[in-house]
């Protein structure tokens, strides 16, 4: 089995998993926690990409080189990063057009309770989360770049610790 096709497969497991983990989170107001978002969101990368690269081992007589994990991690984040941009668009278009200004507001609300933090300082922060922003198109493309940008980084440094390379001799 190819590194892009685990990365695909894997890809769509982790953007199906997110979307669900992500629904709830919004539906139960916790997506304005942002330590519990992130530390979902990561939860739910962490473990697509263990599993990404435990099957490759697995289907390559546990053998993974560190190009391989890169490119595994790598497309990964890309498809996933497409579904769970698809999915943010459709929610705040079509099933809670709200949220934007909900999440602007608690936003504003959570960096002004911080001491020191300048009023400029809170506008510059908020002008991402503007209704426009939020709900164009253009954020599906920037999601997904992002994501396979972030997906390169840490490919960079999982596939250090999963790598197990053939030995050259055998």
Do not use: C
């Not at 107001?29 to 697509?48: C, D, N, R």
């Amino acid at each position: 089995m190819s590194p892009v096709a685990v990365g695909i497969r894997y890809g769509l497991i982790t953007g199906l998993l997110w979307i669900i983990v992500d629904f709830i989170l919004r539906a139960t107001e916790l997506s304005f926690k942002y330590s519990i978002y992130v530390t979902a969101s990561i939860a739910v990368y962490a473990l697509g990409i263990i599993l990404a690269h435990r099957f490759f081992k697995q289907q390559n007589h546990g053998f993974m080189t560190y190009g391989q994990g890169i490119l595994i991690v790598v497309v990964l984040s890309l498809i996933s990063g497409f579904i769970s941009s698809l999915f943010n668009y459709a929610y705040v278009n079509f099933i809670d057009p709200d949220y934007p200004l909900r999440m602007r507001t608690d936003m504003e609300a959570w960096m002004s309770s911080m001491p020191g933090v300048q009023e400029e300082q809170i506008q510059k922060s908020l002008e991402g989360l503007s209704d426009e922003k939020m709900k164009s198109p253009l954020q599906i493309g920037k999601s997904t770049l992002g994501g396979a940008f972030g997906g390169l980084i840490t490919g960079l440094i999982v596939s250090i610790f999963t790598k197990h390379k053939r030995p050259e001799f055998e």
